[in-house]
């Protein structure tokens, strides 16, 4: 039986890493942090699982910023494969806490790679959580694993720092080290202060009356979204490669922040009409089709033949949109288009879920918690 090593194990790519791994057959040690509450929810249907918990997963406390931790860990566990996918992973966030992000997403990867070479593991192979935020601005379209490097904020240059690690470390001292140039992957159990998820979740409390509108930043940013379940078992295959490389995971499509709402509003019989610009843009109610909501949630699978209302307060030429500037980032990334070409040919990688099928499955799921739990 292999042992993976999880860092980041609690996150929206930890928890499907573990599923994956814990169905590949391997003994699954993931790293969380103390919390003053709960921060397991993603991770939840694991533990309470008898036949997993503690046979399956285990689970360490530890801190990508504490090395005598890391240390005692990797004596502990031995693991064949670490996957560091730990991070302050919020890109506006780094803005307000750049020291901090540098700490657990630069030197955080630094402190593991040392921690490899100090207890000696000579045959682990690590994977690092690098990202198409190393893009920045972009110097090519679409980029690939040789577009040069321009990245726009402390999360993007602390990840710089760590794919040059990486590198470094892997020519150095010969470690099976590889990054994983992700571009952006969500799924139901992205963060809800990611635009994605931000998006469909307020989507879903709108109709039922829950909130009244969506407040969003730039509205024209183009990114390349995947669904990370996929991009999950890209990291898997990346480190069966027969040789430590770099390689990038992308759909190599790419839509705005617009079109993502557009398509939302529309799963739920939604039209949107775009007023005014700028700061002062507004997105109004154009039409409404109680059919095509009624359709979305009665094939979710739970809703089978239940009887869906729009709120009394969803009505033709509402300000459901508008824009707050305090979501604009002091420099943006404007456009990301991911050419994944190596990882399909050498991998047998493959985006399979396009946007649209991505922004169903979100907006279901949320439709799905919000007539569940009412929030
Ligand atoms: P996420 O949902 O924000 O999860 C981040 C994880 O890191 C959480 O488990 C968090 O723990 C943990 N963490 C944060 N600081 C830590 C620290 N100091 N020590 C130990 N653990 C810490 O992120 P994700 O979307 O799953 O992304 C996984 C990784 O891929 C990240 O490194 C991210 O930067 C990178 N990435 C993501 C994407 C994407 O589109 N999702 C694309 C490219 C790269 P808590 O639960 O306690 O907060
Ligand atoms: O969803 P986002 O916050 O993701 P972002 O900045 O692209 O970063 C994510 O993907 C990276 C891979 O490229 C990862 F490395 C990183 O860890 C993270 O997972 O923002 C996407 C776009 C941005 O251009 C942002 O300015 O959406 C724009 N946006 C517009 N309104 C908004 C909002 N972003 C957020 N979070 N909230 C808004 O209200």
Same mark, same amino acid.
């Given at each position: 039986?292999?042992?993976?090593?999880?860092?980041?194990?609690?996150?929206?790519?930890?928890?499907?890493?573990?599923?994956?791994?814990?169905?590949?057959?391997?003994?699954?040690?993931?790293?969380?942090?103390?919390?003053?509450?709960?921060?397991?929810?993603?991770?939840?249907?694991?533990?309470?699982?008898?036949?997993?918990?503690?046979?399956?997963?285990?689970?360490?406390?530890?801190?990508?910023?504490?090395?005598?931790?890391?240390?005692?860990?990797?004596?502990?566990?031995?693991?064949?494969?670490?996957?560091?996918?730990?991070?302050?992973?919020?890109?506006?966030?780094?803005?307000?806490?750049?020291?901090?992000?540098?700490?657990?997403?630069?030197?955080?990867?630094?402190?593991?790679?040392?921690?490899?070479?100090?207890?000696?593991?000579?045959?682990?192979?690590?994977?690092?959580?690098?990202?198409?935020?190393?893009?920045?601005?972009?110097?090519?379209?679409?980029?690939?694993?040789?577009?040069?490097?321009?990245?726009?904020?402390?999360?993007?240059?602390?990840?710089?720092?760590?794919?040059?690690?990486?590198?470094?470390?892997?020519?150095?001292?010969?470690? $099976? +080290?590889?990054? @994983? =140039?992700?571009?952006?992957?969500?799924?139901?159990?992205?963060? &809800?202060?990611?635009?994605?998820? #931000? *998006?469909?979740?307020?989507?879903?409390?709108?109709?039922?009356?829950?909130?009244?509108?969506?407040?969003?930043?730039?509205?024209?940013?183009?990114?390349?979204?995947?669904?990370?379940?996929?991009?999950?078992?890209?990291?898997?295959?990346?480190?069966?490669?027969?040789?430590?490389?770099?390689?990038?995971?992308?759909?190599?499509?790419?839509?705005?922040?617009?079109?993502?709402?557009?398509?939302? $509003? +529309?799963?739920? @019989? =939604?039209?949107?009409?775009?007023?005014?610009?700028?700061?002062? &843009?507004?997105?109004?109610?154009? #039409? *409404?089709?109680?059919?095509?909501?009624?359709?979305?949630?009665?094939?979710?699978?739970?809703?089978?033949?239940?009887?869906?209302?729009?709120?009394?307060?969803?009505?033709?030429?509402?300000?459901?949109?508008?824009?707050?500037?305090?979501?604009?980032?002091?420099?943006?990334?404007?456009?990301?288009?991911?050419?994944?070409?190596?990882?399909?040919?050498?991998?047998?990688?493959?985006?399979?879920?396009?946007?649209?099928?991505?922004?169903?499955?979100?907006?279901?799921?949320?439709?799905?918690?919000?007539?569940?739990?009412?929030?």
């Amino acid at each position: 039986m292999k042992k993976a090593l999880i860092t980041g194990v609690t996150g929206q790519d930890g928890s499907y890493l573990t599923e994956i791994l814990v169905e590949k057959g391997y003994e699954v040690h993931g790293i969380i942090r103390r919390s003053s509450s709960f921060n397991t929810a993603r991770i939840d249907h694991l533990y309470a699982n008898k036949e997993i918990l503690n046979k399956k997963m285990f689970l360490h406390y530890g801190d990508l910023v504490d090395t005598s931790n890391l240390n005692r860990l990797l004596e502990k566990i031995e693991p064949d494969e670490i996957y560091n996918l730990a991070a302050q992973s919020h890109v506006k966030v780094s803005f307000e806490v750049p020291d901090y992000t540098a700490q657990v997403d630069a030197l955080g990867t630094l402190r593991f790679l040392d921690a490899i070479r100090e207890v000696g593991l000579k045959k682990v192979k690590f994977y690092q959580a690098s990202t198409s935020e190393l893009f920045g601005k972009v110097q090519e379209i679409p980029q690939s694993e040789k577009t040069p490097f321009y990245p726009r904020s402390p999360y993007g240059v602390a990840k710089l720092y760590g794919y040059w690690i990486i590198v470094n470390y892997r020519e150095a001292y010969n470690i $099976f +080290a590889c990054n @994983g =140039i992700l571009f952006n992957h969500e799924s139901p159990r992205r963060g &809800e202060t990611f635009v994605t998820r #931000k *998006i469909t979740r307020a989507a879903a409390r709108i109709v039922t009356g829950l909130q009244k509108n969506l407040l969003l930043g730039n509205l024209d940013a183009k990114r390349d979204w995947g669904f990370a379940p996929e991009y999950c078992e890209g990291m898997w295959r990346i480190l069966q490669h027969e040789k430590a490389d770099d390689f990038l995971l992308a759909t190599g499509e790419t839509h705005t922040v617009r079109e993502f709402t557009e398509k939302t $509003f +529309a799963e739920l @019989g =939604i039209e949107i009409e775009w007023r005014g610009g700028a700061e002062k &843009e507004k997105g109004l109610i154009k #039409k *409404i089709d109680l059919e095509k909501a009624k359709s979305l949630i009665n094939h979710s699978g739970n809703y089978k033949n239940y009887h869906f209302e729009f709120s009394s307060e969803v009505k033709k030429g509402d300000e459901i949109v508008g824009v707050d500037p305090n979501y604009y980032r002091p420099t943006e990334v404007e456009l990301l288009i991911g050419n994944p070409a190596k990882a399909e040919k050498e991998l047998g990688w493959k985006a399979k879920t396009k946007f649209e099928e991505l922004v169903r499955l979100m907006i279901k799921s949320d439709m799905d918690k919000v007539l569940r739990r009412g929030y």
